[in-house]
């Protein structure tokens, strides 16, 4: 109603009038809400709960100094590993061998085999690892080890899946070694968990007897 009233010059003027006093109004608001946060934050700085910032920083330094460790034990683990791959290496290039079997002690012998055969699909891992056995040549005494796929009586042979149940009971196991002495060469070989309840093959009067002896021996 009043910009009616006004002539078609005062309008312009007047428009512009109000577009400055609407800049100037914007201008100090977003100045005073500047002003609030600062305020703020300094009262926040005052008070003695907000000094947090050092432990913060604090925590960042524990934190690089964690990785500074684990890069250590990494470091530490792998100068290990590489000195028993050499080792290895130099038993091979001695005894003219391209491959030999290494132990791995219970209960870490998943760890071991993985620390030497690295990171391999598992058809790889099962063909590169077996289950030995105590074995004993009934004509010569010779002692000896051996992994005999055909070894039904032992139950740690399932657990390890060397073979699989299935392939023992209900299939024909691919045997990785040959049911042979190797001092004298006679096949008639037994392993120490098929001995149970029978006659001790060097005197040849006692039975063989299974003991419990806990989880330590």
């Known amino acids: 109603m009043i910009l009616r009233r006004l002539s078609e010059e005062s309008v312009p003027k007047i428009r512009a009038k109000l577009q400055n006093l609407r800049s100037i109004i914007s201008e100090t608001s977003r100045l005073s809400r500047y002003i609030y946060e600062l305020d703020r934050s300094v009262k926040m700085l005052e008070e003695p709960r907000y000094y947090k910032v050092v432990p913060r920083d604090l925590r960042a330094f ?19 590993l590489l000195k028993e791959l050499i080792e290895i290496k130099e038993r091979l290039e001695s005894s003219g061998l391209r491959s030999m079997r290494l132990p791995c002690p219970h209960p870490l012998e998943y760890y071991y085999a ?20 105590y074995a004993i040549c009934l004509d010569c005494q010779h ?75």
């Open 143 to 217: 002692q000896f080890e051996g992994d005999f796929r055909d070894e039904k009586v032992n139950e740690w042979r399932f657990y390890y899946g060397c073979p699989s149940f299935e392939k023992a009971f209900r299939g024909k196991p691919e045997m990785k070694d040959e049911r042979k002495c190797p001092r004298c060469g006679s096949s008639n070989v037994k392993t120490v968990f098929e001995l149970i309840n029978q006659t001790c093959p060097k005197c040849r009067k006692g039975i063989i007897e299974e003991i419990e002896t806990g989880m330590i021996a």
């Open 62 to 80: 524990e934190f690089l100094e964690s990785i500074e460790r684990d890069i250590g034990d990494e470091k530490g683990r792998l100068e290990s």
């Open 114 to 133: 993985i620390r030497i055969l690295g990171d391999v699909d598992r058809d790889v891992f099962k063909s590169r690892t077996g289950f030995n056995s």
